[in-house]
């Protein structure tokens, strides 16, 4: 098993050093902590490089990271994600977001403002939206073809954590 894992690993390096293009936009999203270069090309490709997807909304229901409302009459149960999507890049983002909420200072505000909303009772709920918004950030720099800038969101007040 460790060896598969490794030939794997060399053919992703292999196929990220061949192509330059593809390298250059893979090392501008690595800049986000938490994220490495085995997370980025596996969201990118299980996405297919995002080619067929036209909002961030699409990327989120695609990877199933989108909310499932359950409502019958008076009754209005907890809200889920639906899980309908691609379970290869939900598995892909779970260690990254663990290790961004605690590296990376927006996604560790964001983290945190959630546990404090739903009294440190249900942690899972804040890493899924941790998960959800790396998925945006992997899309958003690989469409708009820029570096990550962690200073970003200080500068631009329009955009919410």
């Known amino acids: ?36 270069e085995y997370t980025v090309v596996s969201v990118v490709a299980e996405m ?45 983002l779970y260690m990254p977001a663990l290790s961004s909420k605690k590296h990376e200072k927006k996604l560790k505000l964001l983290y945190d403002r959630l546990c404090q909303r739903y009294n440190f009772k249900d942690k899972k709920r804040a890493i899924v939206a941790v998960m959800r918004k790396l998925l945006i950030l992997i899309y958003t720099l690989w469409k708009n073809d820029t570096a990550y800038d962690p200073d970003y969101y200080l500068f631009n007040k329009s955009i919410a954590i």
Do not use: C, P
């Not at 794997?8 to 999203?29: G, L, P, R, Y």
């Not at 989120?60 to 008076?74: E, M, N, R, T, W």
């Open 48 to 92: 297919n490089e995002f080619k067929h997807a036209d909002n961030k909304r699409q990327v989120v229901s695609y990877a199933g990271l989108d909310l499932k409302i359950d409502q019958s009459g008076k009754k209005d149960s907890k809200r889920r994600i639906s899980k309908q999507g691609n379970s290869n890049i939900r598995r892909a």
């Open 1 to 36: 098993m460790k060896k598969q894992n490794a030939q794997v690993k060399k053919q992703i390096n292999d196929v990220v050093k061949t192509n330059k293009a593809f390298s250059e936009k893979v090392k501008k999203i690595t800049l986000v902590k938490g994220l490495r």
